[in-house]
């Protein structure tokens, strides 16, 4: 159960993972930024042009989470730097916990 509303950016429907993500594109590095406005931001290297930043983000939060990057799909917000993320994957809420502890300070 969910106490903080650190955590409020991701929400689990069955099987699936949802996360809330504001991303900002032409970054010089990959990183988890924060929590804002319930929406975790997430930095990106790639440009927002041909659907480049949706594949780093795919990939970037693949990596962290330690997932295939056939379990993380842009679900909404394609074009939008708002996008709901979804994770098909019985990914364990310490996963979910590295991002938010990743938000209180800690960069990646």
């Known amino acids: 159960m969910r106490s903080s509303g650190e955590e409020s950016f ?16 032409n970054s010089s590095k990959n990183s988890v930024e924060g929590v804002e406005d319930n929406y975790l931001k997430i930095k990106i290297t790639a440009l927002p042009e041909k659907g480049r930043a949706n594949r780093e983000l795919v990939r970037f939060l693949a990596s962290l989470l330690g997932v ?19 994770i098909a994957s019985n990914l364990p809420e310490d996963k979910l916990k590295l991002l938010a502890n990743l938000t209180k300070g800690g960069k990646l």
């Open 68 to 86: 295939r990057k056939s379990s993380v799909t842009v679900s909404k917000g394609r074009t939008s730097r708002f996008k709901t993320i979804t």
């Open 10 to 25: 991701w929400r689990r429907e069955g099987n699936l993972i949802l996360l809330n993500v504001k991303v900002v594109s």
